[in-house]
């Protein structure tokens, strides 16, 4: 029988980090869950939890992540996100560089560290939001979390050429409307439903369709 496969998620605490553990728990796979502070419902489950991590603590997410140097990583989620709201007349600049350092690149900075652990034919998927897009940029507004998750785009575009030789693919995934937290539970599909789609996207990844940009539902979205 094949080993379980190795996964890390970020943000694993709570919402579609939360989900996506328990959806690869379930599947059988070792999933090491990545956050700030554990949550009740994580400490409940298998997955090795790696807390206290900073993800804007560059110096100090290099420590933490070496708790994981001697794994093999068959696939690698960056979900950890922050959302703020920011208007013209009340633009907050340490609000949308914050922004910029968790959701664009921390990301980067994640996966740039776990890279020479990534088996090849592994996959790497990055969270991010339609929110980033340009077409699909309708209502203006939310300038740091639009700003910042269009850098993301931008980023995993990079690393899905960079890492395609590599025999490693990246997915570019927008959740949903998901209700979390983040949103106040205003959302219009639940974490469960939104991780088990994200799961759907990650099988499905190949290094054919590497670096696309797709709708949890399997849509692909426009930059």
Avoid at 140 to 160: D, E, F
Wanted: glycine share 10%.
């Amino acid at each position: 029988m094949a080993a379980p496969r190795n996964v890390v998620i970020t943000g694993a605490n709570r919402g579609i980090g939360l989900a996506l553990t328990q959806l690869y728990l379930a599947r059988g796979c070792q999933v090491w869950a990545i956050c700030r502070q554990s949550s009740e419902v994580l400490s409940q489950t298998n997955a090795k939890v790696i807390e206290g991590v900073e993800l804007t603590d560059y110096q100090g997410l290099a420590t933490k992540l070496g708790a994981l140097k001697h794994l093999e990583i068959d696939i690698l989620i960056n979900n950890a996100g922050l959302l703020h709201d920011e208007q013209l007349g009340s633009v907050s600049v340490s609000q949308i560089q914050k922004q910029y350092e968790i959701n664009a690149i921390a990301p980067l900075v994640v996966t740039d560290l776990l890279l020479a652990q990534m088996r090849e034919g592994g996959k790497i998927g990055f969270v991010t939001s339609r929110m980033g897009s340009m077409a699909d940029n309708s209502s203006g507004g939310r300038y740091g979390y639009r700003m910042s998750k269009a850098a993301l785009n931008a980023a995993a575009v990079s690393v899905a050429q960079d890492v395609k030789p590599l025999g490693i693919a990246v997915a570019i995934l927008h959740p949903g409307y998901v209700q979390t937290g983040m949103v106040n539970f205003r959302g219009d599909v639940t974490a469960e439903d939104s991780a088990s789609r994200l799961m759907a996207r990650m099988d499905n990844l190949t290094l054919n369709n590497t670096g696309t940009f797709w709708h949890a539902s399997g849509e692909v979205l426009p930059w």
